[in-house]
């Protein structure tokens, strides 16, 4: 998981879920179904640099996310 919270609200990532909590707006969420837009959000989102990780890292961590996104049971919160 990973989150960041600013002025208007929180964003969170769950698995493949990024959940946007604004005070004004309400919750909004989306599936993100491709580990280019998973990473790109990572970085462009929450700020965090991903220089590090190899093709390999990075398909290893989409192989695991993916998996505990289709365990998590269906109808899950946000």
């Not at 909590?21 to 989102?45: C, M, N, P, Q, Y």
């Not at 993916?66 to 269906?74: F, G, I, K, N, Y």
């Amino acid at each position: 998981m990973v989150l960041r919270h600013d002025t208007k609200g929180s964003d969170a990532l769950r698995c493949r879920i990024l959940t946007r909590i604004d005070g004004a707006k309400g919750t909004s969420g989306r599936e993100l179904t491709d580990a280019d837009k998973h990473f790109g959000v990572i970085v462009s989102a929450f700020g965090r640099n991903l220089d590090g990780m190899t093709p390999v890292d990075r398909a290893a961590l989409w192989a695991r996310v993916t998996r505990a996104h289709e365990a998590w049971p269906a109808g899950r919160p946000g």
